[in-house]
Each structure stands twice: as C-alpha cells, then as structure tokens.
C-alpha cells in the first residue's frame, strides 16, 4: 500500500491519537493531509478535537477521584504541588474559567491545566464546557494552519508524492517535537525559579 493510501485509511485516526497524547504537531499534520486531499478537514478537525478533550477530560477526573495513595495518583498530586508554586496558579486563583479557556494554547499546560482546575471548586459540567469551546477552536485554528502550511508548500513545490511527501511529514513532526521539548524545558526553569524566589 502507498503512503497516500495509508494516510487516507489511518490519518484520522492517527490525529486522533496524536492529538490525545501530544497535541498541534499531530493537529498541525492532520491539516497537511487534508490540503493533500486525503482526508476532509472538517473531519480531520474533529478528529484532533475528539483527541485533544478526552485527554483533557481523562486528566480532569482522574486529579479529581484517583486516590492518592497509588502510583497515578500520587504522580498527580506531586504535579499539583509543583504547579502550584508558578504563575499558573496564582492565575487560577483569579480567573479560573479563563484558564480552562486558554490553558490548551500555553506551551507546557496541556496536563498542569486540567489537573490545577481539578483541585478547585469548577464543577464537571462547567469543565466539560469551556473545555468543550477551548477545544474547537485550538483543533479548528491548528488543523487550518497545517492546511495553508500544506497550501504554501505546493504553490512553492507543486504536489508532493510518495517519499517526498513522508519526508515533509516526519520533517514536521521532528520540528514540532523539537519546539515542544524546548518549550518545556523552559516552563520547567521558570517553574523552578519562581520555586525557589518563593523559598
């Protein structure tokens, strides 16, 4: 089977699951094919938004029930404890329907996010919500970057086959994986900073 025919039989469900566990790299891929025409957008931005709120859903009710006793639990709690010395927390303390907004498109909270509003008096409902609205516009606003991204590449290019085509995706991925790693490493140095300026 071609590369087109594997993305066109697995690329929704590979955005899906990207964007459960990862987040715009996999959005931002799942625009480069549907520009290719292998998938429709409208469904590919369903699928990376179908991704992106159950994994938040899952973080949000698992801080919330999961006994703190076991492995999943207590690696939460220590996640919460060490949120709580940084900006995102002091901004929870003020506005927390406005974090559960803009939590998804701040490097570093993907997971901080919904595992910080657990721990506050926001209601399920009210969380499933404004995770809900978060979630279409991040996966509707990612998947149409990677579609003018995909727009972009063929104007300067023309269409993409085969290898070609595979290399500007894993070209993508390793991009994004590298921003998301850097990005990362940054919040855990201003989170440690912020720790330490508070001791």
Not at 15 to 37: D, N, P, Q, R
Not at 57 to 65: M, V
Not at 83 to 96: F, G, I, T
Not at 172 to 189: D, F, N, S, Y
């Amino acid at each position: 089977m071609t590369l087109e025919g594997l993305l066109s039989r697995w690329g929704l469900v590979a955005v899906f699951w990207g964007c459960f566990f990862e987040g715009e790299t996999a959005a931002i891929l799942g625009g480069v094919i549907t520009h290719h025409g292998l998938s429709h957008w409208a469904l590919t931005a369903l699928a990376a938004f179908a991704g992106a709120f159950l994994a938040d859903q899952i973080w949000f009710l698992l801080s919330r029930h999961m006994p703190r006793e076991g492995r999943i639990g207590s690696w939460l709690s220590r996640m919460a404890d060490r949120a709580k010395a940084n900006w995102l927390h002091q901004w929870l303390s003020r506005h927390p329907d406005g974090l559960t907004l803009a939590f998804r498109f701040v490097p570093g909270t993907r997971i901080v996010g919904p595992v910080l509003l657990a721990q506050t008096a926001m209601g399920w409902r009210r969380f499933t919500a404004l995770n809900a609205l978060s979630c279409a516009i991040w996966a509707m606003l990612f998947t149409a970057l990677g579609y003018h991204f995909g727009r972009a590449v063929y104007l300067m290019l023309g269409r993409l086959h085969g290898m070609h085509l595979g290399m500007m995706l894993i070209m993508i991925a390793g991009v994004g994986l590298a921003l998301h790693l850097i990005l990362r490493r940054k919040a855990r140095r201003r989170s440690a900073r912020q720790a330490a300026d508070q001791a």
